[in-house]
């Protein structure tokens, strides 16, 4: 606090020390007519510094508008700070303070303009917030008077956002211009820009009031309904980057989801009603390593992350593995009581972690570098923590599939899918398998259950609102071969997000339903089927 | 619709009819009924209110709920005990036929309603002008029961012909059954949809012009539940001891043989899911007026896969089994929910668990062996 007091205080002395210098430099005819002047002459002055982008006459105009201009008479016109006043006619300081002086009158009109000035001048600051802000305080209300000044400022802009709001607003002053050409070619400008604002710009120039178009030029409005079409290409555009992205995002979450169960169910024809709860224990276990880095290590706490993502793989991994030794295994040949089993176990795991950690959903918080997002278009933010699923999703796919296509146990796990009997035959230790294999799918619903606690909430019912999706999943894209996961979800996904769009997100689900049934009159089997000569009991 | 549909008037009909059940059936069957019928009515009607004999209004509203679920529980076992169906959806036809009788009731409240208007307090805030099309003619209350059966049935018969006809069975029947009651779940919850989103139907005031709390619509509403319920018990006897029963056990035990034999499972399978749905929409129709709320929560899928645990625990492919299931796992749980709450998941999480593992035929199973080996 006490720096903060103390560098405001070297700031004002900078800006008192700046204010002295440069007033000296002031031509004393403008400064005559701002302070001595009627409204007119005063905008008039105003209207001169604006195209004359006289960076020094900042701090005149500035103190006008806040107020500290007094006048002497007819001859002196003071800078009252405090107690100290400068002559501004002739640079020199005055002490004491005058006792007959002025307040010179600042109008509304008046006050606009100085508004405008002030953020013309500071569109040639050194620093980027405070061009910003400039050319946001530009944006409404500049009229005809600060085109030049923007029109340079623009010129020389290098920063995309504000060169971005420099143009819109260059744009929406030339569309007011008497002269058609000027108009026209702002139109043409505005076709570049991907802003929604641009939209509304053009909106309002096709307008029609009363009968009347806005625009009386036909050329102008033939003009504007062209721009207006690129425009809105473009924003279509963004539009569909973003759909896909959050489609993309959505069946990234959802393959992290259902590859593990496709694994589980491919190896045993069984669907494991607790892999919800078992993303849930993957949730839980990030929130604990979160709560042990807050409190133990809250300097290294952005890494805690890279510590949750093995944590949650073996913490779920061996509950998955506990519950195959404990239960399931005694249910093999019996899928469907074995679906009842694992939802009894489900509900169990559910209510103990209600008992352990409370009914309420818990805090789990993003690490510094997932927070914000990378900006693909202005309309169109993609948020880092979405990447990094997205990232994560690929990463555990890739290691999935090294791990079933070059390792030994995935190569029992490959022959125990395709032929239980013959693989058992071949000397695969089948119940090993089962168990590993069922560890290696829980620990896939505890990385998904990591992931998941970084982009919703984590609750003893987080499980619950993945489950029937992922079934899906795995129902769409068949077992045994990965690629059929890959492709249902990432479908189920991208599909999802556009119906949403465009019938919103209940009745999405519904017809994704509806389509799901359908595709399944045609291959029973899913996406994916394994391929061989099967005869069912 | 209890008598008349298995009584041919032929004199083999009729003994066909008293060979559904054994001696030692027919006397317990008797028993239940004189229970049902006799015993509840005067216990709750005749004998007065401080005497310790006294039925309450909360023990009434219990067991026609129970006997309800009973109802389910019986339907559940004709498509998963005799025909190795599991639907993981019947909740969704249960709370069908609750919300077609739901409409009528909501529509005999007239103007009793917080707003006093002729539109439901719902969609009046939902500011709705009229009742969408959908509404019409649930005033009446034939047209209401005709629904109850006509919603469920028309939705499993087109959903279990596109199932059947593409064989999808086994756990793959048995998620997607699970999907379209989630799916219908969030479709109810959305206010839009026109049957009071979240909240769904309450706040009865009579039924058929009876004021819907009075101790003898309540016993009235009970006897009729129990004469379904024994009704349906003899319907599904007699299905199930018929030869298209033995068909339908043969679908379960191997339906690919069944195929061979010249068999097409689609109509027996589509027929008994059905069957079993309709079942379940009269059970809801049943059940909305009796507990007094309806609403989408009962399409849950956990509400779902509880019918299949009173089934399990019963013991499937017994009829009877289910049936006395459905009435102990629910007695159990409104016990639990009343003494401890926090721990009734835990037991039913460790009775899907036990029954599946320990006592895969239920507890008619462990009656019938002890029966056999003295």
Redesign the interface.
Known sequence: MNGFIASARVLLLLALAMTASAAAAIDPQLVRDLAFGESDDKIKAIGAVISGGDADALPLLQALLDGNIQTVGTDQVLLVKDDAATDLLTGKAVSPLPENRDDVVVNNRVRKGLGMAIATLKLSAPQREVRLAAARELQDGADEDTLPAISGALAKESDPEIKELLALTQASIQLAAKDKATRLAAIRTLAESSNPATKTLLLGVLERKGGNYVESDPDVRHEAEQSLRAVERKLDAGEMISRVFSGISLGSILLLAAVGLAIT?GLM???NMAHGELIMVGAYATYVVQNLFRKYAPGAFDAYLICAVPVAFVTAALVGMALERS?IR??YG????????T??????L??TV??IFGAQNVQVENPAWMSGGFVAMTSVVLPWSRIAIIAFAALVLALMWLLLARTRLGLFIRAVTQNRGMASCNGVPTPRVDMLAFGLGSGLAGLAGCALSQIGNVGPDLGQSYI?DS??VV?LGGVGQLAGTVYAALGLGIVNKFLEAWSGA??A??AV?VF???F???R?QGLFALKGRF??? | MTGTAFAPSHAAGELRILQLLSSGGWSLYGLAALILFVLFPLLHLVVPVDSPFHLSDYWITLFGKIMCYAIVALAMDLI?GYTGI?S?GHGLFFALGGYSMGMYLMRSIGRDGVYQSDLPDFMVFLDWKKYPWYWSFTDHFWYAAALVILVPGLLAFV?GF??F????K???F???T???T??AM??F??NDTGFGGNNGFTDFKRVLGFPITAPTTRMALFTVTAATLLGFLLLARWIVTSKLGRVLTAIRD???RVMFSGYNPLYFKLFIWTLSAVICGIAGALYVPQVGIINPSEMS?ANS?EI??WT?VGGRGTLVGPVFGAVVVNLGKSWFTKALP??W??A??????L???FL?RGLAGLWLSRKRSP
């Open positions: 169910y024809g069984v669907i239960v005694f249910l019996r899928p469907l009581e074995t679906l009842l089993a939802w009894g176990i489900s509900l169990i559910m209510q209600r008992t029937v079934f899906m129902v209940v009745l689900k519904i339903l799901i049934i359908f399944i009159q045609k029973p005869a069912e009991a | 998963w599991l993981l959903f596109f199932a006809r593409s064989r999808i086994g756990v793959y048995s998620i997607i699970q999907a379209l989630y799916a969030l479709l919850f959305r191997a339906e690919s899928p896969i299949a645990i399990a926090e721990y998941l835990f039913l999480g460790l009775l899907f668990i029954v599946t593992l895969p």
